[in-house]
C-alpha cells in the first residue's frame, strides 16, 4: 500500500514510544525521500518551502537536520527502492521525535510533506555516538 511508504504504521511508533518508555537516548532519523513531481526537486519553490519548513520544525523542537544529500543512483535495490535525497535529522531523543506533530510550525511543515514526499523510508539509528552527534 502507497500509505505504508509515506506515513509511519501504529508497530512501527509503538517500537520508538518504547524505545523512549526504556531508557531513552539521542537518535538519528535517516530520511530515504522520493519526491513527487510537484515538489520539484531540487529546484522549485515547493521543494524549497517543505526543506524551510521542515528545517525549522525539527529544530523547534530540539532537533537538528545535519545533512541532506540528493541520490545518484540506486546500485541495488527494486524501482521503489528509487530514492531522490537522504537527510539526516538528528533528535536528542526519541521522546523528541514523537513530539515533532507538536512543534512550531509542524502542520504547515506536514502539509508540505503530504506534497512533496512520493515515498519516503526512514530508518531510526543510534545516534550517542561520533560520528552522527551533531557538532
Same mark, same amino acid.
Given at each position: ?5 509515506? !506515513? ?5 511508533? *509503538?517500537?520508538? *514510544?518504547? !524505545?523512549?518508555? @526504556? ?10 525521500? !522520493?519526491?513527487? /513531481? +510537484?515538489?520539484?526537486?531540487? @529546484?522549485?519553490? /515547493?521543494?524549497?518551502?517543505?526543506? %524551510?519548513?521542515? *528545517? #525549522? %520544525? ?5 532537533? %537538528?537536520?545535519? =545533512? ?7 546500485? $541495488?535495490?527494486? @524501482? #521503489?527502492?528509487?530514492?531522490?535525497? $537522504?537527510?539526516?535529522? =538528528?533528535?536528542?531523543?526519541? +521522546? ?5 506533530? /507538536?512543534?512550531?510550525?509542524? %502542520?504547515?511543515?506536514? *502539509?508540505?510533506?503530504? !506534497? ?5 523510508? $526512514? ?13
Amino acid at each position: 500500500m502507497v500509505d505504508d511508504h509515506v !506515513r509511519a504504521n501504529r508497530e512501527s511508533m *509503538e517500537r520508538v *514510544e518504547q !524505545r523512549a518508555a @526504556d531508557g531513552d537516548a539521542p537518535v538519528l532519523m535517516l530520511n530515504l525521500n !522520493r519526491y513527487t /513531481e +510537484a515538489a520539484g526537486f531540487p @529546484d522549485a519553490d /515547493e521543494y524549497h518551502l517543505y526543506m %524551510s519548513r521542515l *528545517e #525549522h %520544525s525539527v529544530t523547534a523542537g530540539g532537533g %537538528s537536520v545535519l =545533512w541532506r544529500t540528493p541520490v545518484v543512483d540506486a546500485v $541495488i535495490g527494486c @524501482d #521503489h527502492d528509487d530514492y531522490d535525497e $537522504i537527510l539526516a535529522v =538528528w533528535y536528542p531523543s526519541h +521522546a523528541a521525535f514523537l513530539q515533532l506533530p /507538536e512543534a512550531d510550525g509542524a %502542520s504547515l511543515m506536514f *502539509e508540505s510533506r503530504k !506534497r512533496c514526499v512520493a515515498n519516503a523510508t $526512514i530508518l531510526a539509528l543510534p545516534a550517542d555516538r561520533h560520528p552522527l552527534m551533531p557538532s
